[in-house]
């Protein structure tokens, strides 16, 4: 079992930019694959971006392509979520999940989930 706390969320003006962390703790984190999904108030979980155990492959929504960036620092055990540009749209509670398969496979494990908004 792999346990995730993410951190970084906040306050920022469109336009801004934000950096979320999952930090990870439990089984061995670089054998999963890492994503990142959002909800929104009224709106249903969707998919952000995922990355590979190893880091070499990603994946956008494309909704965030361009303006989001996903990394992981294995020796760290945590996943970075780089947002940049960010849009009043972009509003919701981010979550970092874990695969026990490969990026696009279903997610097992979540974290509680950090507040992102952004304010026009």
């Known amino acids: 079992q792999v346990q995730l706390v993410e951190s970084g969320g906040g306050l920022v003006q469109a336009g801004g930019s934000l950096r979320l962390s999952c930090a990870a703790s439990?089984?061995?984190?670089?054998?999963?694959?890492m994503g990142w999904f959002r909800q929104a108030p009224g709106k249903e979980r969707e998919f952000v971006a995922g990355i590979s155990w190893n880091g070499r492959n990603t994946y956008y929504a494309d909704s965030v392509k361009g303006r989001f960036t996903i990394s992981r620092d294995n020796d760290k055990n945590t996943v970075y979520l780089k947002m940049n540009s960010l849009k009043p749209e972009d509003t919701a509670v981010y979550y970092c999940?874990?695969?026990?398969?490969?990026?696009?496979?279903?997610?097992?494990?979540w974290g509680q989930g950090t507040q992102v908004t952004v304010s026009f």
């Open positions: 439990g089984r061995t984190f670089s054998s999963y694959a």
């Open positions: 999940a874990a695969s026990e398969g490969d990026l696009y496979s279903a997610y097992e494990h």
